[in-house]
């Protein structure tokens, strides 16, 4: 695990947005594991800038997201479906076809759970795997348990999760479970980019590296990743 501390949000962007660019321009086939979020807004916005110029196309990729909430219709406006839509997908020349989401939808859940570690590995496995933490060291909605998961899984969210996002729903309640990618899927993709920001991030990122290797901080698991990268701002790290 190699850490860099940057000076801000859009110093990080930069740095991982062009990583991700410049492996999308050398194999423009390239798998991409996306994450949502406000982590990796600022680099979304570097990659359409990228696009908007022509310095690359991103018609060929593959992408897999890591998680979506249980119960909303890909439209709905909470989903992360629509918030890639939103911060990414529509606003670039990604083909839809190749976009690969967790299904909200109760009737496809169990389905596309079943069926998602299998279409990463027919993609030939994830090439970069974008990532934010929560407070609490979740990654992707992997929360804190007693042991770390393998492939996707439907999860009963934690309130510690609930009280972050909660502020995203403005109408409605926000879904109390969620489906997510395992972190044997996270594990298995070939790099992985973390993005964290902010003073509420600096506990679990403490304990994400220098902390021991437990299911109870799941981010510290990425420890054992040979090819892993964790983007800081000053605040985020200042408990290193
Ligand atoms: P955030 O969430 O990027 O909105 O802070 C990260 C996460 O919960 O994984």
């Not at 050398?26 to 798998?31: H, I, L, S």
């Not at 997908?89 to 570690?117: A, H, P, W």
């Not at 009280?163 to 969620?178: R, V």
């Amino acid at each position: 695990m190699e850490v860099r501390v940057m000076e801000n949000t859009f110093e990080i962007s930069k740095a991982v947005s062009s990583i991700i660019i410049d492996e999308v321009k050398r194999n423009p086939k390239a798998v991409l594991g996306f994450a949502t979020g406000a982590s990796p807004i600022e680099t979304y916005k570097r990659m359409i800038e990228a696009y908007e110029n022509g310095e690359v196309s991103f018609k060929s990729i593959t992408t897999f997201n890591l998680d979506e909430y249980c119960g909303l219709t890909r439209d709905d406006e909470n989903s992360y479906f629509r918030f890639m839509k939103e911060n990414l997908f529509g606003k670039t020349d990604i083909d839809f076809s190749r976009v690969n989401f967790l299904s909200g939808d109760e009737t496809e859940s169990e389905k596309s759970c079943r069926e998602y570690s299998e279409k990463i590995a027919a993609a030939g496995g994830i090439d970069i795997q974008l990532l934010g933490i929560g407070t609490n060291g979740h990654i992707g909605f992997n929360e804190p348990s007693d042991s770390f998961s393998d492939g996707p899984f439907k999860v009963k969210l934690t309130q510690s999760t609930i009280n972050s996002n909660s502020k995203y729903f403005k109408d409605k309640k926000m879904p109390g479970y969620a489906l997510t990618m395992g972190i044997g899927d996270i594990m298995r993709a070939k790099k992985i980019l973390l993005i964290a920001t902010g003073e509420s991030k600096a506990n679990a990122v403490f304990k994400m590296i220098k902390g021991e290797v437990t299911p109870s901080c799941p981010a510290s698991v990425l420890q054992n990743h040979s090819n892993a990268v964790i983007y800081l701002d000053r605040e985020s790290a200042k408990l290193l």
